[in-house]
C-alpha cells in the first residue's frame, strides 16, 4: 500500500481546506490511519487518527473542533477538513496508516510524502 497526500496550498487566516490521502492497495479491515504535521524546525505533531472500518476518531487537542478527520471506504481516501486555519497551522501535513490507534509516530509505519500548507495572515 502507498500513501498520496493532497490538497495543500496557500490560503489566508480563517480560510477552509480539505486534504485527501489516496491509498494504493488494500487498507486492511484493522487499519488505523492519521495525520500528522511538521513545521519547520519543529517536531511532528499529530493531529487525528480514525479506525478505518469503525470510524472511531480521535484529535489532538490543538484542532480539536477546527478539524476533522474522515475517510471513504469504497474509494480507499482518508480526509482532513480544517477549518478556521491561522498561521500556526502552516506545515507539511502528511498521512500515515498502522495498526495501532495511537498518537505517537511510531505507531504508524506506512507514510504518504506530505502536501503543503501555507497560512498568511
Known amino acids: 500500500v502507498q500513501l498520496q497526500a493532497s490538497g495543500g496550498g496557500l490560503v489566508r487566516a480563517g480560510d477552509s481546506l480539505r486534504l485527501s490521502c489516496a491509498a494504493s492497495?488494500?487498507?486492511?479491515?484493522?487499519?488505523?490511519m492519521g495525520w500528522f504535521r511538521q513545521a519547520p524546525g519543529k517536531e511532528r505533531e499529530f493531529l487525528a487518527t480514525?479506525?478505518?472500518?469503525?470510524?472511531?476518531?480521535y484529535y489532538a487537542d490543538s484542532v480539536k473542533g477546527r478539524f476533522t478527520i474522515s475517510r471513504d471506504i469504497r474509494n480507499q481516501t482518508l480526509y482532513l477538513q480544517m477549518n478556521s486555519l491561522n498561521p500556526e497551522d502552516t506545515a507539511v501535513y502528511l498521512c500515515?496508516?498502522?495498526?495501532?490507534?495511537?498518537?505517537?509516530?511510531?505507531?504508524?509505519?506506512?507514510w504518504g510524502q506530505g502536501t503543503l500548507v501555507t497560512v498568511s495572515s
Open positions: 500515515a496508516a498502522g495498526s495501532r490507534f495511537g498518537t505517537l509516530q511510531w505507531d504508524y509505519n506506512l
Open positions: 492497495g488494500r487498507i486492511f479491515s484493522s487499519a488505523v
Open positions: 480514525i479506525r478505518w472500518i469503525r470510524g472511531v476518531t
